[in-house]
């Protein structure tokens, strides 16, 4: 029960804060002239629906990729505040994503915003979470997201088994 509150509070936090800021795309994303543009994202569409993700890490005041900020939850880690260990999110070809999080279910919708596929915007019943992708790989996929007043979060991802 006590799991299930915390889990329950962070998520509240987490989603509610969410609202689109200034976020620019990191320098490392993929930097395309407008006939690379499709391919872009083409490419990063299929490697977010090739396979559902599990947290790896989740951090609180991101800064930058050396400094993510106040450590939340690292899988296998003892001190965490919230518990993100069975939490899956599965994004679909066809725009649809679903959430998994401690018994409870999140269907949504997935889109890129940009022509670079930097910008992931997840639209769920009640929230929506605009993402800034850092790293998008076959083995990771990170980004950061407004967290209210002057903040941001920072996700890890990695492909679930």
Same mark, same amino acid.
């Given at each position: 029960?006590?799991?299930?509150?915390?889990?329950?509070?962070?998520?509240?936090?987490?989603?509610?804060?969410?609202?689109?800021?200034?976020?620019?795309?990191?320098?490392?994303?993929?930097?395309?002239?407008?006939?690379?543009?499709?391919?872009?994202?083409?490419?990063?569409?299929?490697?977010?629906?090739?396979?559902?993700?599990?947290?790896?890490?989740?951090?609180?005041?991101?800064?930058?990729?050396?400094?993510?900020?106040?450590?939340?939850? *690292?899988?296998?880690? $003892?001190?965490?505040?919230?518990?993100?260990?069975? &939490?899956? %999110? +599965?994004?679909?070809?066809?725009?649809?994503?679903?959430?998994?999080?401690?018994?409870?279910?999140?269907?949504?919708?997935?889109?890129?915003?940009?022509?670079?596929?930097?910008?992931? *915007?997840?639209?769920? $019943?009640?929230?929506?979470?605009?993402?800034?992708? &850092?790293? %998008? +790989?076959?083995?990771?996929?990170?980004?950061?997201?407004?967290?209210?007043?002057?903040?941001?979060?920072?996700?890890?991802?990695?492909?679930?088994?």
């Amino acid at each position: 029960m006590k799991t299930s509150l915390s889990l329950f509070c962070a998520g509240i936090i987490f989603f509610t804060a969410c609202t689109k800021t200034d976020l620019k795309p990191s320098q490392n994303v993929i930097s395309s002239t407008s006939q690379d543009e499709a391919s872009a994202v083409k490419t990063r569409s299929g490697i977010l629906t090739a396979h559902t993700w599990m947290y790896k890490g989740f951090y609180f005041h991101y800064v930058d990729k050396n400094n993510k900020g106040d450590v939340q939850y *690292v899988r296998g880690g $003892t001190h965490n505040v919230i518990n993100l260990d069975a &939490t899956r %999110i +599965t994004f679909r070809p066809n725009g649809n994503l679903l959430e998994l999080d401690g018994g409870y279910r999140y269907p949504g919708t997935w889109k890129f915003t940009d022509n670079t596929a930097s910008v992931l *915007v997840c639209d769920y $019943t009640n929230w929506t979470n605009v993402c800034t992708i &850092t790293t %998008i +790989t076959g083995n990771h996929l990170n980004f950061a997201e407004p967290m209210g007043y002057n903040s941001k979060s920072f996700t890890e991802l990695i492909p679930a088994p």
